[in-house]
């Protein structure tokens, strides 16, 4: 725990490579931050959940939160601006009476100590109240209040965030993205963490692999893209464009980036601007701008497979991610075009149509007729799959459609190359002896498993107040399952149920949704589950 820490590890939460002149000012009080983390008699609780080398990140952590403010770097008073925007607060958990914006405060450093352990380590969830977290935050900001007013500016970082561009190319605001996302210091715990992890298994599992360069471009891509950060569950392009506000043009072009559509297309021909190229799977259609893609000379054969990532920028779709093509081949393109995932892939292009909100509303009316009134069910978990069998059956039937129609649409789906793809059946029970059946509004029917105990109703007949506690904290923490389940359950059962009626449950409640999108950090925006053909 003595063991000092050098410039490498300071580096590492930094976006550039090499050392500028204020490092080893600020190196110096990162050492400083960590034997006041780990000299006072509540360090021993701190090594319960991180070890000593991580312990070393938070004081490089909690340093570049300080570097930060001093450097107007823009990255902390972002966060904060944007939990303003959303909940009328600069920050959850903590009494903000003395707070003062752009400026240090105890509450930043205990909310900063939080999200760390509770991002390093995923084993045990962490209350913010903790009195260590208080009391270690209160030591560090002894040393923050000390050099304040004498703190040097690290003018090469400010810059860094604060680039000059008119937003017109694609890789300059992508590289940004990747900036924030896997070389700024506040997100170091959380994607850069994730993307290390994902690296490290695809290093062991594909080490003689040729292709592997490429597979670990495509990972880094494909997160670059999708990933949402724990705070305040949002992408790279909205963080982007938050904390380059003041370059109003390059804010708007990254909020107009699109989802990225990675898999197989068809090649359909050229011109002198764009390469034509058909997805697959779900038959749509793009332009590819060659302004992005380097290998339309290689492209001879119309109906060769490509494998490539696509996003659209100032609407143009541009080529992102890796690329491989071969010859046409049938059996690739039936698989292709009955996978739901590669279907959904292009899902939110139509999604918010009105013929897929219609949809969902439709389904959730006959699945509330088909379950007595309610929108959840809760069977044994040998009669799950039935159950979502049945209602499914009873939804078509209320369509009231003839039998030619019923051929009509069968024949659709047929002359589009799907013929139904409705996966293995499940055994649910190796799992639990119960589960629930949710229909969830901005998604469909959704299945969870372990926490009936979660729910005190009356059509409820596995409800065991004493597994209520485990039950809600699985709900709640569970990146698997739905905001809107939990949602379901606080909104319906919370005065029912202990846990939200003292301690720390009822301390959460007043700053859930910012929970929910910390736990569910994947699963917090539902997507329709549902596909036209």
Known sequence: M???????????????????PTDNYYLKICNEVKRSITMNRWSFIILKYIDSEDVDKLACFLTSYFEDLISETNIWNTFVRMHQQLYKKQLPFYNLDEYTENEINIQDICFLVWYFLNTMQEEKSIAPYNDFIIKTAEKVMEVFDEAWEYAPENVSLKSFYQKDSKGEDFYVARNQIDSILFKTYLFYPDTL???????????????????????????????????????????????ASEILKNNKVLSENFLGMSHRISGLFLYKGQDDFNVFIEHIASGKKFNLTKKSFDHSASLKDIDAIL??????????????????????????ILKEKNSMESRIAVNF???????????????????????NGSQIAFVSSDRLENFVRSYTE????????????????????????????YGEKKDFSLVSDSGLIFFNPKSGVEIALGVNCAFPLTNNHFFDPEQSEDAVTA?????????????????????????????????YLDDIDFLLRFWKKNNYYAKPSVTFT
């Not at 003595?2 to 500028?20: M, N």
Request: charged share 35%.
């Open 2 to 20: 003595e063991k000092r820490i050098y410039i490498a590890d300071w580096l590492e939460f930094k976006p550039y490579e090499r050392q500028v």
């Open 193 to 239: 963490i994730e993307l290390i992890e994902q690296e490290l298994e695809i290093l062991e599992d594909l080490k003689d692999d040729r292709n592997l360069m490429s597979i670990l471009s495509e990972n880094r891509d494909k997160l670059l893209h999708s990933s949402h950060t724990r705070l305040l569950n949002l992408k790279g392009k909205e963080w």
């Open 307 to 332: 494998f490539l990532g696509i996003a659209s920028w100032k609407d143009e779709w541009w080529f992102s991610g890796v690329f491989f093509q071969q010859p046409f081949e049938v059996d690739i």
């Open 349 to 371: 292009l139509d999604h918010d149509k009105k013929e897929t909100n219609e949809l969902l509303e439709n389904q959730l009316r006959a699945f509330k007729e088909f379950n």
């Open 394 to 421: 009873y939804f078509n039937e209320s369509l009231n459609l003839s039998a030619k129609e019923r051929e009509e649409a069968n024949q659709m789906a047929r002359d589009d190359g799907f013929f139904g793809n």
């Open 475 to 507: 709900l709640l923490i569970s990146d698997e399952m739905s905001a809107e389940l939990a949602m379901f359950c606080i909104d319906n059962c919370k005065n029912d149920l202990p846990f939200f009626n003292k301690g720390i449950g009822k301390m």
